[in-house]
């Protein structure tokens, strides 16, 4: 796939995309923040488990390493056509016309929703060129111009779209906009997600809301209440605004491109296998692996999108759809700068550059890759954290929140 190369950034300049930074203040982070001591699982004689529940969790233990074994075993059968596919793929590039193939391609559209900072900032400057009409969406308006321009320095062509997905009626936007995209520009070639939030932004966690109060009859209980039902304390409104962005936002973009693609794609079912391949990338995170307990919320949304890209593999695949999933781990963006000031332990320096993060996507989705994870060693250890039985799990999540790996707040 023709795409310009971009010079590698300096592993610690956070000025080469625009950031989406918005910290907690001080009265929202101490309302969010539980001591290590107060959490730990099994602090009181009634939390320790009893030998029924140790058991299972043998049984269990014993079921990940037979499963891990299995894994092995075939991963190493596949080793001689994964070679193969990397040596034929590297004589192609080497020896094929890439002009003719560039230009065979033709004109592609590439949408990008969560395009303004960090890792979605970073993928426009991989997948913008001369051949490539980007449709970039976003909530901050600034940061689309800002990005929009780089793009266009790149020969792109490109629209930008501000939404705000905290309101439903954005979503339905969404959608409204994906389809008139496939009407205009002859289908959607790459869609990909990357949008979401954390509840360690003042504007998710500290934001004040419509909600009702508990009891408007009571005075005493609306104002005991308020600060639950408004957002600026963790909970069931925080939980409602994370998987409006995360989740609701998020699936409906993926499965209405998907819709999308799969009528452009059936056209060509009566007379054999579609020609064009359709691509879907979705941007989870590595926290849908493990997490620490205070980033709930945040992993669980991610959690769902990994479970569904991983799924969609094998729906799509009659389409001929391919469908690539992203476990970032710890990136610097206005996310984690956010997470950094609100108290998250993970130095600094060991954040992935996105232009980095970036460009291991672009080359995941080129290949064809299911799933693309970076940086490998880091993830590798929240992806190996998967096998721990329940009861080690809740004291590794423990662990996590304890050390303030992904800041001290409920998120």
């Known amino acids: 796939m023709s795409t310009i190369s971009v010079k590698d950034p300096s592993p610690h300049d956070s000025t080469s995309h625009p950031a989406s930074y918005n910290p907690q203040t001080p009265a929202t982070q101490s309302r969010n923040t539980y001591s290590p001591f107060t959490t730990f699982p099994f602090r009181t004689w009634h939390a320790i488990p009893g030998l029924p529940q140790l058991i299972v969790n043998l049984v269990f233990d014993t079921a990940a390493f037979i499963y891990s074994v299995f894994g092995l ?39 990008i929703n969560g395009a303004s900072s960090g890792i979605g900032a970073a993928l426009v400057q991989e997948y913008a060129n001369e051949l490539t009409h980007l449709i970039l969406v976003a909530r901050s308006k600034d940061r689309l111009s800002e990005v929009s321009s780089t793009a266009h320095k790149l020969g792109a062509t490109v629209n930008t779209h501000s939404l705000e997905f905290l309101q439903h009626d954005q979503i339905v936007a969404l959608k409204e906009l994906l389809v008139k995209a496939d009407r205009e520009y002859g289908g959607i070639d790459i869609a990909i997600s990357v949008t979401g939030i954390t509840g360690h932004r003042e504007d998710v966690l500290g934001r004040r809301g419509p909600t009702k109060s508990a009891d408007e009859s009571d005075p005493l209980l609306r104002e005991s209440y308020a600060h639950i039902t408004q957002g600026s304390e963790w909970g069931a409104t925080t939980a409602e605004r994370m998987i409006r962005v995360n989740v609701e936002a998020c699936s409906a973009f993926i499965l209405t491109c998907y819709d999308l693609m799969k009528l452009r794609q059936a056209k060509h079912l009566p007379h054999g296998k579609p020609r064009t391949t359709r691509k879907i990338v979705i941007v989870a995170s590595s926290a849908a692996y493990f997490a620490p307990a205070n980033f709930a919320l945040y992993a669980a949304s991610k959690a769902f999108l990994y479970s569904l890209g991983m799924s969609l593999v094998s ?39 996105p232009q980095k993060m970036a460009r291991a996507i672009r080359r ?12 490998v060693i880091e993830v590798a250890g929240l992806f190996g954290a998967r096998a721990l039985s329940p009861l080690v799990e809740v004291l590794g999540r423990w662990v996590g929140m304890a050390t303030g790996s992904a800041g001290w707040v409920l998120s």
């Open 73 to 111: 075993v075939v991963l190493f059968s596949l080793i001689p056509l994964g070679v193969f596919k990397s040596v034929w793929s590297t004589l192609i590039h080497i020896f094929g016309n890439k002009k003719a193939t560039a230009a065979g391609r033709g004109r592609r559209c590439v949408i």
């Open 364 to 375: 995941g989705e080129e290949r064809g890759d299911v799933m693309v994870a970076w940086p």
């Open 315 to 353: 729906i799509a695949a009659p389409f001929n759809i391919q469908v690539t999933t992203v476990t970032p781990g710890f990136i610097e963006s206005g996310m984690t700068q956010t997470m950094l000031a609100t108290g998250m332990t993970t130095p600094h320096p060991t954040l992935g550059h």
